[in-house]
């Protein structure tokens, strides 16, 4: 089995809610052990040993409670975000820091408490308690009861639609931001007839490629790699991950290196994750948008709400160079190839979907052709613009078909002027200008 690489790993360990408490609990007993053998000293306690073993045995046994209501608490939350919003906001809630540092205040207290009883010497005097240890566990006390009012309060905010939205655009920007920080290829060299074909080890989705260790590998083996899937794509076992050919034309590749070299450098599980996916960050939102124009929900105003987000990550993508990512070695010589989305197939993913689904909603219509009039005035290229003028197209077939108000069609006709104007390099159609 293979070792996850560092990115994924830490990724892996930002979300798991026992990765924080468990570290709580390690230090919280090192440091009740540690504490518990200093001197007397000054502190806050003044009773006797069996005093101090009933407060701690009760601060143990209170603080377990509202530990299991936390975590009932959060369960609620992660059903109501799978059920109300989109199952793949999981993995957002689970990776929340708030809740972590609750829960491992809340496990850390539990823990340092329970290894203190075992330091209390029994029919000890005040003087031969140690105090620093006692007052330790009163100031955990006090951080336990700030951070369940914490967690009343961050609980309540962070269920709002509101705050879910601005997390997923802002952990999109910043994917965006890593992504694309060196730019992309907007054009791919093809693979030579007899490039070697390498197949994948495992089945699922592609979550991360280290490019760096896969262009130094490839210079080492004096091979240029080019793969399959993009980021984000699901694989199977044994279908094609890639393709590699030799510098030299009349060199043989073995299999089994090749492989290895490819396999240990893309990352496969069993979902998708914002480590390098961004567009999962906008399937998220359009899976929000969908389910809130659904008409088991409908609640056209956070699809609203969710398309507004998509014109921030939209317009932040129309202003890179987005694609494919080409790595050369130290010399130039290139080495990696991997594929990516266009600006053209991110937008198409942005509104494809919302545009079918709300077809018949003029409210959601125009915020899609809003979105595009500030994609176009964004867009860096003429590529960009024709893209934008083709979903605008397609947004106005749609409205002419579901629509039967024609006010509401006549409102919807002329956003999408303005939109189309914008697509055209109209820097003054923004939506904030005067004029339809």
């Given at each position: 089995m293979r070792v996850p690489r560092p990115s994924v790993l830490a990724d892996y360990l930002r979300e798991a809610l026992w990765a924080g408490p468990t570290l709580a609990v390690v230090i919280s007993a090192a440091l009740a052990s540690v504490l518990a053998e200093l001197p007397g000293g000054i502190g806050f306690y003044n009773g006797d040993a069996d005093g101090a073993r009933q407060i701690l045995t009760t601060v143990a046994g209170a603080i377990i409670a509202v530990t299991a209501t936390v975590f009932s608490l959060t369960i609620v939350t992660l059903e109501l975000a799978s059920s109300q919003y989109s199952p793949r906001l999981l993995r957002n809630f689970l990776s929340d820091r708030g809740t972590q540092v609750v829960l491992s205040t809340f496990m850390?207290?539990?823990?340092?408490?329970l290894a203190l009883l075992r330091a209390i010497p029994a029919a000890a005097?005040?003087?031969?308690?140690?105090?620093?240890?006692?007052?330790?566990?009163?100031?955990?006390?006090?951080?336990?009861i700030a951070a369940l009012v914490y967690y009343v309060h961050h609980v309540s905010q962070s269920i709002r639609i509101e705050s879910i939205l601005a997390d997923v655009e802002a952990m999109t920007l910043a994917t965006i931001r890593r992504v694309y920080r060196h730019g992309a290829a907007q054009s791919l060299p093809p693979s030579p007839a007899g490039a070697l074909a390498v197949p994948t080890e495992e089945s699922g989705f592609v979550q991360a490629v280290d490019l760096d260790e896969m262009t130094r590998d490839a210079a080492a083996a004096g091979v240029v790699v080019a793969l399959r899937p993009v980021v984000g794509e699901h694989v199977v076992r044994g279908t094609t991950l890639g393709w590699v050919w030799p510098d030299a034309p009349d060199a043989r590749l073995p299999m089994d290196a090749m492989t290895d070299l490819l396999n240990r450098n893309v990352e496969v599980s069993?979902?998708?994750?914002l480590n390098q996916d961004v567009a999962f960050g906008i399937r998220q939102l359009v899976d929000i948008a969908i389910r809130a124009i659904s008409p088991a929900v409908n609640d056209?105003?956070?699809?609203?709400?969710?398309?507004?987000?998509?014109?921030?990550?939209?317009?932040?993508?129309?202003?890179?160079?987005?694609?494919?990512?080409?790595?050369?070695?130290?010399?130039?010589?290139?080495?990696?190839?991997?594929?990516?989305?266009?600006f053209s197939e991110y937008l198409q993913q942005a509104c494809g979907q919302i545009r079918r689904y709300g077809a018949g909603e003029p409210a959601v219509l125009v915020q899609l052709l809003v979105m595009l009039v500030e994609v176009g005035c964004q867009a860096r290229d003429e590529r960009g613009r024709a893209a934008v003028a083709e979903q605008v197209g397609l947004v106005l077939q749609d409205a002419?078909?579901?629509?039967?108000?024609?006010?509401?069609?006549?409102?919807?006709?002329?956003?999408?002027?303005?939109?189309?104007?914008?697509?055209?390099?109209?820097?003054?159609?923004?939506?904030?200008?005067?004029?339809?």
């Open positions: 850390g207290t539990f823990t340092y408490c005097s005040p003087a031969a308690l140690p105090q620093a240890a006692l007052t330790g566990a009163l100031g955990l006390v006090v951080a336990s069993f979902e998708r994750t056209p105003t956070t699809a609203v709400d969710a398309i507004s987000h998509l014109t921030v990550l939209l317009c932040a993508l129309a202003r890179r160079e987005v694609g494919h990512h080409a790595r050369c070695d130290a010399g130039g010589a290139l080495r990696v190839v991997l594929r990516g989305y266009d002419d078909r579901e629509i039967q108000q024609p006010a509401d069609r006549e409102a919807v006709h002329a956003m999408a002027r303005k939109a189309l104007r914008a697509a055209g390099g109209g820097l003054d159609e923004r939506v904030s200008g005067s004029g339809p």
